[in-house]
């Protein structure tokens, strides 16, 4: 299964260090602009989202690997609108690998919170709702988005370290104007707006020619995908800076309005009575508690926090996911991308004594015993629902270790963390039919959770 062309082609700062990211995100059918068999079918956009993160950049891992595709592309069949991303350094992508992989948590973070905010002001076909009574009856108030993140190998060990949801997405709440989450946010929201006013435009005409109207003018651009015809590698690199400028364009206008806002919103606060406030102080209604953090800057430094944002609920998939031999991917530098061929002798080369030898300081990847406390990372997996798929055959990490490692948070009380371990299959899922193995669990687990079933 592959990718389609993804319909945004763009690139996010990381907040770790402000580094550009390669970013692309993939809308599913239920996005399309072309009018439904069935009338009332936009309504089948529910806001799921999902992040697949790929292999170590060092040894050849990017967005364009064959199992993030089939990761990625299994979800957004079902309905997920996809995101994908290339850490630093890989793929020709600006900076290198870390030695702590610090840098590439934040690179992640840069991911889940642009798209938590691009999916919330993602909503081209609102005004096509034939009724309030038909959108309440299709969208019941208890459908709360599914945000999965998940990751291949390298990717899967950062998805595993990352804090939980809200807290990542709490940097975005109220991030500093000039700040890189500010930054991220405001992406998020103007290429979403782009895509309402351009999809929005074309569900309309496909309107007017279903009622043998004249077409509506187009509102928009769209940033990248599949109906852009760019005939070379010169035009299609222009079609990028010229996206990228208009990009940046677009967030200087929103910032502009956002600090506008701000201060009309900060001089009618000054503006009540200190009884006023005395009163809200009593009736525990001021914010002063909520945004202890905020108040010591003003007001128009910082984004405002969206109120009617809706939280969605996470989940993890962890694909191959490294453990016991952490801190020798994490830490090691290679000189150079690898080859697949490469990484796959890498793999062979390290005899069982050298892995069952390695020593590990990340907390997480311990399996000799049970915690007495989860730190944050490791406890979000067995609070959400989770899945690891391996392989028995897996050449950088021993079967028996991933056992032990799921068994191991599979025993914790009330654990969402499930693994489903594939018979003859090694690290790449290159063997006979074990992709397809990996695919169908992908689907069920993802499948469960959009109907309710916890995966």
Request: net charge neutral.
């Amino acid at each position: 299964m592959s990718l389609p062309e993804p319909t945004l082609v763009f690139t996010l700062p990381s907040i770790h260090d402000g580094l550009p990211l390669d970013c692309r995100v993939y809308h599913p059918l239920s996005l399309s602009p072309a009018l439904p068999k069935n009338p009332q079918a936009h309504l089948s956009w529910r806001k799921h989202a999902a992040i697949v993160a790929h292999p170590y950049a060092p040894l050849g891992g990017c967005y364009d690997d064959p199992v993030v595709g089939v990761v990625a592309s299994t979800l957004l069949r079902l309905g997920f609108l996809v995101m994908t991303f290339n850490f630093r350094g890989a793929h020709g992508s600006a900076g290198r690998t870390s030695w702590t992989a610090k840098a590439e948590k934040g690179d992640y973070m840069s991911a889940v919170g642009f798209l938590s905010y691009y999916v919330h002001f993602l909503d081209p076909f609102r005004q096509f709702s034939h009724s309030d009574e038909v959108a309440s009856e299709a969208t019941p108030a208890s459908d709360t988005p599914v945000f999965i993140m998940s990751g291949y190998s390298y990717g899967a060990m950062i998805t595993t370290q990352l804090p939980s949801l809200p807290t990542i997405v709490k940097k975005f709440d109220a991030p500093l104007c000039l700040s890189h989450p500010a930054e991220i946010r405001l992406r998020a929201q103007h290429l979403a707006e782009g895509q309402n006013a351009v999809l929005s435009s074309a569900r309309a005409a496909a309107i007017d020619r279903q009622h043998n109207k004249s077409p509506r003018k187009s509102l928009g651009l769209r940033v990248g995908g599949d109906e852009e015809i760019r005939p070379s590698h010169e035009s299609r690199r222009s079609f990028a800076f010229d996206a990228e400028d208009k990009i940046r364009k677009g967030v200087v206008e929103l910032m502009a309005k956002a600090k506008k806002g701000h201060k009309r919103r900060h001089s009618h606060s000054d503006e009540s009575t200190p009884q006023s406030r005395q009163n809200g102080d009593q009736n525990g209604t001021t914010e002063q508690g909520e945004d202890e953090q905020h108040r010591q800057l003003p007001v128009h430094e910082c984004l405002l926090p969206i109120p009617d944002r809706i939280p969605a609920n996470p989940a993890y998939l962890l694909i191959s996911p490294l453990q016991g031999v952490i801190t020798n991917l994490a830490t090691m530098s290679f000189s150079g991308a690898l080859s697949r061929s490469s990484w796959k002798a890498f793999g062979r080369s390290l005899s069982t004594n050298d892995k069952e030898n390695i020593q590990t300081e990340d907390v997480e990847s311990s399996v000799q015993t049970v915690p007495a406390a989860m730190n944050e990372a490791e406890e979000k997996l067995v609070r959400n629902p989770t899945l690891a798929i391996y392989g028995d055959r897996d050449g950088f990490v021993a079967a028996r270790k991933l056992r032990e490692w799921a068994s191991r948070l599979e025993r914790v009380p009330d654990s969402q963390f499930r693994a489903h371990e594939v018979s003859n299959a090694g690290h790449f899922w290159n063997q006979g039919r074990v992709a397809y193995t990996m695919r169908d669990a992908v689907k069920i687990f993802a499948g469960g959770l959009l109907n309710g079933k916890g995966g």
